[in-house]
Structure formats: structure tokens, C-alpha cells
T-cell receptor
Framework: AQSVTQLDSQVPVFEEAPVELRCNYSSSVSVYLFWYVQYPNQGLQLLLKYLSGSTLVKGINGFEAEFNKSQTSFHLRKPSVHISDTAEYFC??????????????FGAGTRLAVHP | NAGVTQTPKFQVLKTGQSMTLQCAQDMNHNSMYWYRQDPGMGLRLIYYSASEGTTDKGEVPNGYNVSRLNKREFSLRLESAAPSQTSVYFCASISHRGQEETQYFGPGTRLLVL
């Protein structure tokens, strides 16, 4: 069965410190990988995605993520966080099955709390 | 171009009542999806529609039905609401262009079942 694991449910960090939010997935087929951010009482906003090509992907708001096929990971990083980055972050994986629907599975989310 | 719209934004139901959540997209996408979001569980797929006239079950379909009325609209129906269906519901549509893919989410419907 396909699954996406976000290893930390909550990550507290001080402002201007670096942060890494971890995401691992089960894999027996090709995948597309996504990170979304959700601010309180809002919908989902796409931060970045990996479909193919360079394994280091840059997104909005200074975030980047690296696809590691051997470790089936897609960790999200930011070198210096701001108070405004406080939000919930979701990793999502689209499993690419031949001849049928391609499932999009979400992780449980990581709540990033940036403290002054 | 309004993107993905959902109605209503909020709804309170009593156990056993029925209701339909509406979703529409004006981007001419073939694929549309219904998710529910619960604390600590991320988004879970309820039903999806790969194209007009087709629907399939996702991870958590029990207690729900869907209708893909036309290419624009994909509705989610609760025939007999239960407290376990208290959640935030998101509709999404996906654009496929070759290998490029972009997902668009609606603003969500907050449902409370008493």
C-alpha cells in the first residue's frame, strides 16, 4: 500500500534559524512529489513540486526540497525562517500507475511554529 | 477565472440529516477530487472523477456519494450525516499538460455534525 510519512508532527524553531521538515514515502512505482502550506483557516497553497529533472527543487517563500530516490525522501528546507512561516506543511506524493488513475496521497502534516 | 469554488463555506447538521457539498471549476480540467481533512491525518481522498461521467472511490468513501454532473461540477453528498463526518472538505481539480501537472484546491467547506 502507498503511504506518506511526515516524521515530525510539530517543529518549533526560532526566527532566522534553519529548518528541515521531513517526508518519506513508500515506493514501488514512479512518483511526483509536492509540498503544500496551509495557513490557519485557509486552503492549501503549493510551495514546490518535483516531477522530473534536477533533484533539488526551489519553491516560493525561500523553500527548497531535495528528492532522494534511494531513501524515498523529499525533505523540505529553509535556511532562515520568519514568523510568517508559521503554518502547517503537507507532503504529498502522486503514485504513477500505468493505465489508470494516479493516486495523490497526503502526509499527516507538520506544524511549524516559529518563535521570536 | 474563479479557479475552484466550493459552497457552502460552513454548515452545521444534525445526525441523520442529508446535504450536498458543491464544487465547480472553470479551468476545463478533466480530473476532480474530494478530500476531507482531519487533525493529525492530513488530507484523505473520498472520491475522485478522472473525467466527465466517471467516478471512483478513494481511501474513505463510506457514507458519501458523488456526482460528476458535467465537466465543471463535482458534488459530494452525505445521505445521513454522522458526527464522524465532522471535518473540513476540500475539492480539487488537476491540470495535466504532458508531464506537467498543477493542482488547484478550493477554499474548503467546514462541516459540523451534531
Amino acid at each position: 500500500a502507498q503511504s506518506v510519512t511526515q516524521l515530525d508532527s510539530q517543529v518549533p524553531v526560532f526566527e532566522e534559524a534553519p529548518v528541515e521538515l521531513r517526508c518519506n514515502y513508500s515506493s514501488s512505482v514512479s512518483v511526483y512529489l509536492f509540498w503544500y502550506v496551509q495557513y490557519p483557516n485557509q486552503g492549501l497553497q503549493l510551495l514546490l513540486k518535483y516531477l522530473s529533472g534536477s533533484t533539488l527543487v526551489k519553491g516560493i517563500n525561500g523553500f527548497e526540497a531535495e528528492f532522494n530516490k534511494s531513501q524515498t525522501s523529499f525533505h523540505l528546507r529553509k535556511p532562515s525562517v520568519h514568523i510568517s512561516d508559521t503554518a502547517e506543511y503537507f507532503c504529498a506524493v502522486r503514485y504513477l500507475f500505468s493505465g489508470g488513475y494516479n493516486k495523490l496521497i497526503f502526509g499527516a502534516g507538520t506544524r511549524l511554529a516559529v518563535h521570536p | 477565472n474563479a479557479g475552484v469554488t466550493q459552497t457552502p463555506k460552513f454548515q452545521v447538521l444534525k445526525t441523520g440529516q442529508s446535504m450536498t457539498l458543491q464544487c465547480a471549476q472553470d479551468m476545463n480540467h478533466n480530473s476532480m477530487y474530494w478530500y476531507r481533512q482531519d487533525p493529525g491525518m492530513g488530507l484523505r481522498l473520498i472520491y475522485y472523477s478522472a473525467s466527465e461521467g466517471t467516478t471512483d472511490k478513494g481511501e474513505v468513501p463510506n457514507g458519501y456519494n458523488v456526482s460528476r454532473l458535467n465537466k465543471r461540477e463535482f458534488s459530494l453528498r452525505l445521505e445521513s450525516a454522522a458526527p464522524s463526518q465532522t471535518s473540513v472538505y476540500f475539492c480539487a481539480s488537476i491540470s495535466h499538460r504532458g508531464q506537467e501537472e498543477t493542482q488547484y484546491f478550493g477554499p474548503g467547506t467546514r462541516l459540523l455534525v451534531l
